[in-house]
T-cell receptor, first 114, second 110 residues
């Protein structure tokens, strides 16, 4: 079974530029998460999708971050404009919807804003 | 109060010893609990899940859950240098709302 796919693996941009990350969840997983993990900290939930609907985006900085999940499968997370403090690893995870199940993570995208 | 709290460590134990990792959570309605291991530069990987009060053993790992005290722990017996990593406690608050603690960094010294 293929795991969660993310791209790119690494990205370096200048502040005020925009960037987009892509995620393809495990087949059949209705729940998709985007987490931000700053060095030395635990993953912080940015947004949770159930199919193509948003369940929770309370911690998403909506003035600069946006996310969508088209057709309930792939998802993109965008930052525009980026700030220095956005430097982090962006983790996509998915889980089977049907109970309180574990989340499976992709390899993450390491973003450096200079 | 943070949703999921862990001692950040670092926790250092000698090879062969028992490592004890602790976690508390704030949402009393939470029903499922997970321990993830994260090696430096890698993404988290699931090592244990627990849903009921009591102990759950899997090889050298034992997860303990006490819902009344809102407390989850992970014991690693016969610790090995390869166990050196950050251990993340995760709580599913319902509807797949998954929240993570800050992680405890464990070092196992040969």
């Amino acid at each position: 079974e293929a795991g969660v796919a993310q791209s790119p693996r690494y990205k370096i941009i200048e502040k005020r530029q925009s960037v987009a990350f892509w995620c393809n969840p495990i087949s059949g997983h209705a729940t998709l998460y985007w987490y931000q993990q700053i060095l030395g900290q635990g993953p912080k939930l940015l947004i949770q999708f159930q199919n193509n609907g948003v369940v929770d985006d309370s911690q998403l900085p909506k003035d600069r971050f946006s996310a969508e999940r088209l057709k309930g499968v792939d998802s993109t997370l965008k930052i525009q404009p980026a700030k220095l403090e956005d430097s982090a690893v962006y983790l996509c995870a998915s889980s089977f919807s049907g109970g309180d199940t574990e989340a499976f993570f992709g390899q993450g995208t390491r973003l450096t804003v200079v | 109060q943070k949703e999921v709290e862990q001692n950040s460590g670092p926790l250092s134990v000698p090879e062969g010893a028992i490592a004890s990792l602790n976690c508390t959570y704030s949402d009393r309605g939470s029903q499922s609990f997970f321990w993830y291991r994260q090696y430096s530069g890698k993404s988290p990987e699931l090592i244990m899940s627990i849903y009921s009060n009591g102990d759950k053993e899997d090889g050298r790992f034992t997860a303990q859950l006490n819902k009344a005290s809102q407390y989850v722990s992970l014991l690693i017996r016969d610790s090995q240098p390869s166990d050196s990593a950050t251990y993340l406690c995760a709580v599913n608050r319902g509807n797949n709302d998954m929240r993570f603690g800050a992680g405890t960094r464990l070092t196992v010294k040969p």
